[in-house]
């Protein structure tokens, strides 16, 4: 332990720990605003100085590690007027028309510029409105709001191993953009949306289409339909005070009802679903000798990734759907017949934990009926989150609701589906089962679960050894696919989520998320797996039934045109 | 009190372009006995001797050498800070460009004591002459075995590559020399680790300035502790100092440390010209304090540059007469860091926007109190709080201003009676 004193109290610290972390542990709390938990640290903003004995200048909290015999001090009028002039600097290059952003009372400035006890500022205002992107159907980007804090740019290269987001130009001119000043969607951006659920400001946000899913509500004539990602339920409490590793699945699906949804369905369902297509297809090609390693292909920001920058190896991917499309196609050719609805009076909305499953849904492959798109309006869950507190309904106060048939029933298997390993695991308890012909003994395959980047486990089918990997995040997708290209990948099987720990740490998800947090809800999403009385997707009754009434067998005719789909190589714009 | 010649001495008597004259005349002698010592020892002469940076901050050469030389891992780089961006400084230059292999025997000796393997000599991109200078020095040198594998007949390999800057400011500084030799745009990194733990491309790296590395042969000629005579008790050596503005005789001159300002003016430069008189002199460079006429007494040594809360090392002297507008002066230096800032932290980007407005209503003749109180608080925080050495000098002149002509901002105030 290191010895040092904090504003004249005698500490004690871990080795390597920094003074931030050694001041918070002894209730000292120095504001911080470019510094994010498991991001690297760049000590760009500044606000976090503090002076250390010795140095005429100030040392950045965040960056500084403790020292033996080290005096630091937290609160003097030289720390506390650097701080306020700091900030004071980034609101005069700020837009600060705060009532009418999207993260008003929720924005880390906001909140600092309060903290600091900001009234008014000493600087003139020298922001110069630029034109903001919105050229794609999942992230909004508004430099006007940007604080170049670096964030964004840290999750995208360090994290994502992406490179879309960089620091352009240089002096008060300095832009955080993607290459050349270009779009989003002109770069090789995955939609992730990371950079936007690490964003302290609203400079990068998700797509707001919450007023369209208004309009569908509102419109007698249509029949609105929602479904809920698997990642939604152990993450929306958090959005109302929660801490992180609860869940929260019977207020969720009352809170829908309360919306005005005419239906409210369980994408577990299609998790189930797309275990028994996925596993039969990749049985079908280890029997037949097709393309392996066969890639998971749930993930909308790894399809893009795949599309960009390896179109060579879009053979890999498995062709089904996610679950989110399967929902869709599904909604829309065998829930309209049934049901007696014109598919184009029906308005099929997703609940995700992602923005790349905004452009999912805009694919033009996605129409089961021509010129119609399967999913029509995809929200984030702080998009739902804000639609809760628009409509006066208090969330906390909801008794428990329960999902609608014919897709309300469904499996543990799918409700791992948000882990990183999750979809593994699930298809592993099918496949083994499917193909030794008796029933697991343990069910739980530990080997894939956990925060590692890169997870591999063997397992045994029809008596011998087959080796499955599960990556989280491109970067460590894209050590799996150097290996494959090197022909020397020997796995069976790949599983690839582009959010850190899976859907549950998705770009959609409630701000704040953290690994720590990520991890809670991957706990709570294991719980959620011991609780359900069928654990394993093939035993879902509603799915055998769908099977015989409708779909007839897996990777059959009508799954073909129903559930699988295909990729294209995408060039790159130079 | 005299020039003293020691770095410089053998320009004007030598020709840059020829090694041969460079090997007739002494040079790589001292390569070739710290060659036969042992490194730590060498080092240890180094520490003796008591040779600070020369760049600017001042930083003790040993102890960069030293933990250069303690790290297991390798390859380890030498660096050569030549990229004298520093309005106000010429001196590296002069060396560059009248004796290249002085320094090059000076990277040599440094890195045979730390063990590094390959050097980079980043010079500034506007500097052409000295580009070609150096380039054809290291050309010479590789054609007499002086670079490559076993140099001057012993196990010790160094190649050095140039590197030059493509017009930069920020790259002077040490880690955005680094980025910038590793390909990337010219930004700092947060410190630690520092350069000799993680430098270029993650390893060990010693980064000095061209004249700090002239040094070193005349430290392995006559010995620490004889080195150690030249100049004051705690800054030793010489010093190369640019001197410029309203003097008669503008050049480089080489003096001991301990040797006043006013000497340097008065007595190398030949004062103002024209029976003009001094008003104020600007010291290090456009990064360094403003100093009053009455203030020209100062030693030149790193304690009392240091009193300034400046890094006033590099030795640039630039005289204004009387004749000149502090105004001016301060509105060139703010636009010139304005521009040049690499625009990472926030004290740096933001903060000069506004402390060229500030400045400027004093220019115009329109300042307030209020503006004033602005200006001198948002100069300190941005010397406070800077991630790197330019956001933390370049408001040392405005601070020095506020302090020693205060009255002049009063004269430019609105409503302050003072001239418009």
Known sequence: MINLKINGIDVEAKEGSTVLDAAKEYGFDIPTLCYYPDLRINSDCRVCSVEVAGSNHLMTACSTPVKEGMEVKTNTSKVYNARKTITELILANHDTNCTTCARNLNCELQDLANTLGIEENRFEKVLEMDAVDDHNPSIYRNPNRCIKCGRCIEVCKDVEGTYVLENQGRSNEVKVAPKYGKYLSEEDCTFCGQCASVCPVAAITEKDDTQRVFDAINNPNKHVIVQVAPAIRVAIGEEFGHKSGGQWTGQLITALKRLGFDRVFDTDFTADLTIIEEGHELLERVKTGGTLPMMTSCCPGWINYAEQQHPDMLEHLSTCKSPQQMFGALAKTYYAQSSGIDPSDMYVVSIMPCTAKKYEAGREEMQSNEGMQDVDAVLTTRELAKMIRSQGINFNNLKDGEFDTPFGITTGAAAIFGATGGVMEAALRTVSEVVNEKPLEKIEFEDVRGFDGIKEATVELGGNPVKVAVAHTLKHAETLISEVKAGKSDYAFIEVMTCPGGCIGGGGQPYGTTNKKRIERIESTYRVDDSMPVRKSHENPTIQKLYDDFLEKPLGKKSHNLLHTHYHPRHKKV | ?420
């Open chain 2, 1 to 420: 009190m005299p020039e003293q010649k020691m770095l410089t001495k053998r320009i004007g008597d030598i020709n840059p372009l020829s090694i041969k004259d460079a090997l007739e005349k002494g040079t790589y002698k001292q390569l070739e006995k710290a060659l036969k010592m042992n490194r730590i020892d060498l080092i240890d002469e180094v520490e003796k001797a008591n040779l600070r940076g020369r760049g600017g901050a001042g930083f003790p050469m040993h102890i960069k050498m030293m933990s250069t030389a303690k790290q297991e891992s390798t390859p380890k780089y030498v660096v050569c800070n030549a990229d004298e961006g520093e309005p106000g400084n010429f001196k590296d230059r002069y060396l560059m460009e009248n004796d290249p292999h002085i320094i090059l025997e000076g990277i040599l000796i440094a890195a045979y004591a730390t063990g590094a393997s390959k050097g980079y000599f980043y010079i500034r991109g506007e500097y052409n002459q000295a580009i070609s200078i150096m380039k054809w020095a290291i050309e010479e040198a590789k054609e007499n075995g002086l670079l490559g594998t076993g140099i001057q007949g012993s196990d010790f390999d160094f190649d050095i590559e140039i590197r030059t800057g493509a017009g930069s400011y920020v790259v002077g500084e040490e880690f955005a020399m680094i980025e910038s030799i590793e390909g990337k745009s010219g930004r700092t990194r947060v410190k630690p680790p520092f350069p000799t733990d993680e430098g270029v491309f993650g390893k060990p790296t010693l980064l000095n300035n061209v004249e700090t590395y002239c040094n070193l042969p005349f430290i392995v000629d006559m010995g620490g502790e004889n080195y150690s005579k030249i100049g004051t008790k705690t800054s030793t050596g010489t010093k190369l100092i640019s001197l410029s503005g309203n003097v008669t005789n503008p050049g480089v001159y080489e003096v001991p440390f301990g040797t006043t300002v006013r000497e340097v003016i008065e007595d190398l430069g030949g004062g103002v010209p024209n029976e003009h008189k001094i008003k104020m002199v600007q010291l290090g460079g456009a990064c360094g304090p403003i100093i009053p006429e009455f203030m020209l007494d100062l030693q030149i040594d790193f304690e009392r540059f240091e009193e300034f809360e400046s890094k006033t090392g590099a030795g640039a002297i630039i005289v204004m007469d009387e004749r000149q507008d502090l105004f001016e002066v301060l509105m060139r230096i703010v636009k010139f860091f304005q521009h040049e800032s690499c625009g990472r932290c926030t004290p740096c980007r933001e903060g000069h926007v506004h402390l060229e407005k500030l400045v400027h209503s004093f220019f115009k003749g329109d300042g307030n109190p209020n503006e004033l109180y602005s200006l001198e608080s948002l100069a300190r925080v941005m010397h406070h709080s800077s991630l790197c050495g330019l956001g933390q000098s370049s408001p040392i002149s405005i601070i020095s201003s506020l302090s020693y002509f205060r009255d002049a901002f009063h004269d430019r105030m609105a409503f302050g009676g003072g001239e418009k």
